[in-house]
């Protein structure tokens, strides 16, 4: 099972409708697929989806590190992965998203030898995640058209992206949360707001008994000390995203006291980071859930195979899949919120 090559293809994807976040509007994305060769011939699957934004990644940037990364793992055997992993980790600032998908790749090479899917590899907790859906900054009435059509579709936890503007903000989660009943709410602010707006925007949830499980990232990224601030002013657990790359990014945050979630994401730790992550933070008592990107079939897979093989994680947000055109699920089936992995 010695690796012998490595494929990068560029693969362009739409979205359904503009996905717009705080301070960033996105219509389409290009993310990278990844074939790792090995000396029989299996192919091995991943895919990165660079963030520019999160990551300080671009792809033209990390389309250049082919033959350097093919070179420090060419020749590893595929079944002692930790030592791809290990190699893999010197990319963990400069292209992490890559840094994913090739160690997914190789776990998917070995998976197929073995017939064994990936989820199972990792320690098989789960049969299968439930994942919400997420509605972007919009108008009052798109952002209640949406949820309730999320609502339909059976996702029990609605994720709403706030951020750019208090009132607003809080306008919109209100007015949902009077149309549809029964469901928990991830608010995610993306690092918009500042400590003071973050506390104002959860009084009003409070006042108003909105089921909030997680407020995430209401504070730029580098600001633990406006993170645990909010953390010690919230009657809601408090989920950090944007600060929360490394293992080093978590341990810190964890020291500080700074959250009550870690939104784990494969593309800003790689597999390595993230399986640390998952025991530092279940050793100290802190939450989890898992988030994407903008990844396709390739890229949603190999989450849901870690999340369903480690079973760490409280909330799955695993939906980018669903908000891109003519995306087809490829290692795993989507039945209403249930995403179950399987053999590809
Ligand atoms: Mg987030």
Redesign the pocket.
């Known amino acids: 099972m010695k690796i012998s090559d490595l494929r990068f293809t560029e693969r362009k994807w739409d979205f359904v409708k503009p996905f717009h976040i705080a301070n960033s509007v996105s219509s389409s994305k290009v993310n990278i697929e990844v074939e790792l060769v090995l000396a029989d011939g299996t192919i091995g699957l991943g895919e990165a989806s660079s963030s520019f934004r999160v990551n300080g990644e671009s792809n033209e940037s990390i389309f250049q590190l082919r033959a350097e990364m093919l070179e420090a793992i060419k020749g590893l055997d595929a079944r002692d992965y930790r030592r791809v992993f290990k190699k893999l980790d010197a990319y963990s600032r400069s292209a992490p998203s890559l840094k994913a998908a090739v160690q997914f790749a190789t776990l998917h090479a070995f998976s197929r030898v073995i017939s064994t899917p990936v989820y199972q590899i990792l320690g098989g907790m789960k049969d299968f995640v439930e994942t919400d859906k997420t509605v972007s900054i919009g108008s009052l009435e798109e952002t209640v058209n949406d949820a309730r059509e999320i609502f339909n579709a059976g996702h029990k936890v609605i994720k709403m992206k706030v951020g750019e503007d208090l009132q607003s903000d809080i306008a919109r989660v209100l007015a949902v949360n009077d149309e549809i009943k029964g469901v928990k709410y991830i608010i995610?602010a993306?690092t918009g707001y500042t400590p003071k707006e973050a506390l104002r925007f959860i009084d009003a949830m409070y006042r108003n008994s909105i089921p909030v499980g997680i407020f995430?990232?209401p504070v730029p990224a580098e600001d633990f000390d406006g993170l645990k601030i909010v953390r010690q002013g919230s009657m809601y657990p408090v989920g950090a995203?944007?600060s929360a790359r490394t293992k080093f990014d978590v341990m810190r945050l964890i020291k500080e006291g700074a959250v009550d979630y870690v939104?784990i994401k494969l593309m800003k730790s790689g597999i390595s980071d993230a399986l640390a992550i998952v025991e530092m933070c279940n050793s100290a008592g802190i939450g989890l859930m898992i988030?994407c990107m903008s990844e396709s079939g390739i890229g949603v897979s190999q989450s849901v195979h870690f999340a369903a093989g480690t079973g760490a994680f409280m909330y799955h947000d695993l939906d980018s899949h669903l908000l891109l055109k003519n995306v087809e699920p490829v290692g795993f089936r989507q039945e209403r919120d249930r995403q179950y992995p399987i053999l590809f």
Request: hydrophobic content about 0%; cysteine-free; overall charge negative.
């Open positions: 995610d993306n995430e990232q995203d944007e939104n988030g």
